[in-house]
C-alpha cells in the first residue's frame, strides 16, 4: 500500500546518507539507476526525495548503497514534494533555471496556448532527460528535455 510522508526532514536526512553512501562506494547516479530499470531522472530525484521509488527499486538501490530496511522503506513513501523552500534559490545551477523561467516563462506560456488551448504541462506524466552535447564554437552544451503530458483545462 502506499503511504505518503509529510516530514520533509526524514527525506532530507536519507537524502543527505544516500549521497554520502554514493561518494563512499563512488557511484554514479546512473550506476544507481541501471540497477533499478528506471530512468537516471527519476532515481536521481527519488535519491534525493522528491519520488517515490517502487519496492524493487528501492530494494536494489538499498542494497547497492547499503542502506538499512527503514531507509528503504522511507525511499518507498510519497514524498512532500519541493526542494528549494525559499522560493529563489541561491546555488548557481538552480538559479540559472529559476532565471530562465523569469526570462522564458512567458514565451513558454504563450506559445504552449497558442499550439494546445487552454491547460498545464503535467509534471507528474512527465520525463526528464539531460544529454551533453559538443558545443560547434568549442565547449559542451547542456540539451535539457522537460517532457510533460498536456492537460487541458475544462469548463465545471
Known sequence: MPHAHLDPQAR????????EAKIRKDLSWQE??????????????????????????????AERLDLDEAAERLLQTIPLRGSIPDGIPTD????????????????????????????????V??????????????????????DGKYLPATPF
Not at 532530507?12 to 549521497?19: D, N, Y
Not at 516563462?105 to 499550439?115: D, P, S, V, W, Y
Open 92 to 123: 548557481p545551477t538552480l538559479y540559472r533555471f529559476h532565471e530562465m523561467l523569469q526570462v522564458y516563462g512567458t514565451t513558454l506560456k504563450a506559445l504552449i496556448h497558442e499550439q494546445f488551448g487552454d491547460g498545464i504541462i503535467s509534471a
Open 32 to 61: 544507481l539507476a541501471d540497477a533499478t530499470g528506471l530512468s537516471v531522472a527519476f532515481v536521481t530525484a527519488a535519491l534525493l526525495g522528491q519520488q517515490a521509488l517502487p519496492a524493487d527499486a528501492a530494494r536494489a538501490v
Open 125 to 146: 506524466n512527465f520525463r526528464l532527460d539531460i544529454q551533453k552535447v559538443d558545443d560547434p564554437e568549442g565547449g559542451s552544451r547542456a540539451v535539457i528535455t522537460l
Open 12 to 19: 532530507q536526512e536519507l537524502a543527505l546518507a544516500v549521497v
